[in-house]
């Protein structure tokens, strides 16, 4: 079967389901796109990782980047390779230099080791028939409409109220922010920072 590339084009919360997220993927070159729900702790581990943030301690798939580097495993795609009543099914394709194995893993799961080992993603026609939506533009940002959760450690910003607080005042918070682990907001805040810059 012939593979199609994918690319995250969007990462939002979920409106369905309460403590999840949608990660939108797409077709490379294409106009559908395929929308898969996701827990919060992997659209912590995507976001990061896309974002390029560097957590106060290792997730579990920056220990599992760390430990397959250490042996010279290289992960060299990943594959959503099957739909079944909903869940869909993938594997990571992994070389040690002398042979190549493929291991199933929760597409969450693979999707965040594969931003990490910085490696293509791919899926098969039928799945993208079955499941993509295809859309006139890209309506898709990067942490687009995260919100805070209740599990954070500290108080939500509202956006507004940026406005009365000083660069050095949120450098400090986005520090707090990534210490916490509190990555969605850490987000905002370097956001808010990086549009002070451009103006």
Known sequence: MKKIELDIVG?????????????????????RRLPIIIGSFEAQA?????????????LTHDLFKSLGQAFNISVKEIIIYNLVDGIFYAKLVCFDG?????????????IA???????PIYTYEFILST?????EGNDFVYLENINETSEEKTPATPAGSF???????????????LAEEAYEKAAKIRDELNKRKAS
């Open 11 to 31: 990462l939002s919360y979920s409106q369905t389901q309460s403590g999840a997220y949608a990660l939108v993927l797409g077709e490379m070159n294409g106009r």
């Open 46 to 58: 995507i976001a990061i990782e896309i974002e390029k943030m560097t957590p106060s301690r290792p």
């Open 98 to 110: 002398k042979k190549t194995v493929e291991i199933d893993a929760r597409t969450s799961d693979a």
């Open 113 to 119: 080791v594969s931003v990490r080992f910085d490696c």
């Open 131 to 135: 499941a993509g939506i295809v859309i």
């Open 163 to 177: 406005n009365s607080v000083s660069d050095d005042e949120l450098k400090t918070r986005l520090q707090q922010a």
